[in-house]
């Protein structure tokens, strides 16, 4: 089998079926969709779900239950385990794929040109497409673009590896178990051992635009309290230690210049964090100021900088430069 996709479920049987109702019609014998279950309470309406597209769909699916609870983490990584196929797409229940346009993405994973893949991602509310790639790779620069390939590996749908390259992997086990961002260290280290990345069409990915998938509500997460709301402007306060974490585990396992090369990208973003959060007025603004104060976020004085300065500006004011950084950025690639 050239793919497997793997859908990391847990407790959603209804995002399940919209993602398994996509594939109705589909004849493909290079590619299966196996269920990956967290012990999930909902795990009656799950097999229901299964078995109704089990017996549907020219593809074939599976059901995989996990014997324990493993939590967001140990549920990703041990998604090499449960196949013999060639590559494991990785997919949130969350979200969901176009099956029409598998052709296309199968294409290009046929040509076995690279060990881990990028797919873009259309939100399904706001019609952008992520995850654009505008140049070619340069398969001779050693450090790519490092926090490009960082922030673009997060969100884990739709994130293609080689299995036998991950498996092959010399894996700190016990620091990924409750990371947050798994995903993100398997794509750089690969990235970086084989200095090059693909890239399959866009058109085949969705996001669901559901709001949390288990990545927060998995009992086993360590960190899940933290996790639970993610509406929260604040929210991503809590993320960052752990990603900033995982930086310095991939920096300290490959290079150090990616550090500090993701460091550059990072305080762009804590600033436009800051815009954005005084574009929601002045009193969602000070409880943002104050909750990054007490984050365990290491303190960079040019972006507190900023953030004393924001005072002075106007909400409606601060959400239009925020805008106009963000689409410049976009288009400097």
């Avoid at 229901?48 to 074939?60: G, I, M, P, S």
């Avoid at 490959?254 to 959060?277: H, Q, V």
Wanted: proline fraction near 2%; charged fraction near 25%.
């Amino acid at each position: 089998m050239l793919l497997s996709i793997v859908i990391l479920s847990y407790n959603r049987p209804l995002q399940l079926e919209r993602i398994l109702c996509k594939f109705e019609n589909i004849e493909n014998g290079r590619f299966n969709i196996i269920i990956k279950d967290d012990v999930s309470p909902l795990i009656n309406e799950i097999e229901q779900v299964y078995k109704k597209y089990r017996d549907k769909l020219a593809v074939e699916v599976r059901l995989y239950n996990n014997e324990l609870n493993l939590g967001y983490d140990k549920n990703l990584i041990s998604s090499f385990d449960i196949t013999e196929s060639e590559y494991v797409f990785l997919l949130s229940d969350d979200d969901y794929i176009e099956g029409r346009e598998m052709e296309r993405l199968i294409s290009v994973l046929s040509k076995r040109e690279e060990k881990f893949y990028f797919t873009p991602y259309t939100d399904k509310l706001s019609g952008v497409i992520n995850r654009v790639f505008s140049e070619s790779i340069d398969h001779n620069e050693t450090l790519i673009d490092f926090s490009s390939v960082i922030y673009n590996s997060i969100l884990f749908s739709g994130l293609i590896y080689h299995r036998k390259t991950v498996l092959g992997l010399n894996l700190d086990r016990a620091f990924l178990s409750n990371c947050i961002y798994t995903q993100v260290y398997l794509a750089a280290i690969i990235i970086y051992n084989t200095k090059s990345f693909g890239v399959v069409p866009s058109g085949v990915l969705f996001l669901g635009g559901d709001g949390d998938s288990f990545f927060g509500k998995n009992e086993s997460a360590k960190n899940s309290e933290l996790l639970t709301d993610r509406n929260k402007l604040t929210s991503n306060l809590n993320y960052q230690p752990f990603l900033l974490s995982v930086v310095d585990k991939i920096a300290s396992m490959t290079n150090p210049d990616i550090r500090r090369l993701f460091l550059k990208e990072y305080k762009k973003r804590l600033i436009s964090y800051g815009l954005r959060a005084r574009s929601h007025g002045l009193k969602s603004y000070l409880v943002f100021l104050k909750a990054y104060m007490k984050s365990n976020i290491p303190f960079f004085i040019i972006p507190f900088s900023f953030y004393m300065t924001f005072f002075l500006i106007a909400a409606k004011w601060a959400k239009k430069i925020n805008d106009f950084g963000i689409k410049k950025s976009r288009h400097s690639g």
